[in-house]
């Protein structure tokens, strides 16, 4: 059900796992949903390690809550440094 709803090419989602194994991050844009020639709608993949490496420059990662949000999304709560 959450695959469809995201409405995403589904080889896109093996290059966004190869992403993230190597701490990376992967944008894949959905079919339909909002996107236009004016604008690309998708959605951002990223790992917990991608997160703590290149987030923690700027914030202090207090937590991470896995499938916090409809059992698909992750919530990270930070604090901003300095």
Not at 41 to 49: A, D, H, P, Q, V
Request: proline letters at 1%; aromatic letters at 14%.
């Amino acid at each position: 059900m959450i695959f469809k709803m995201l409405d995403i090419p589904a080889d896109q989602l093996n290059v966004a796992q190869d992403l993230m194994d190597n701490w990376q991050h992967a944008f894949i844009l959905q079919n339909g949903h909002l996107t236009s020639a004016e604008y690309a709608y998708g959605i951002t993949f990223l790992s917990e390690n991608y997160i703590r490496k290149a987030w923690s420059l700027y914030f202090e990662i207090k937590t991470i809550v896995c499938g916090a949000i409809h059992d698909f999304q992750d919530i990270v709560v930070c604090r901003r440094k300095g």
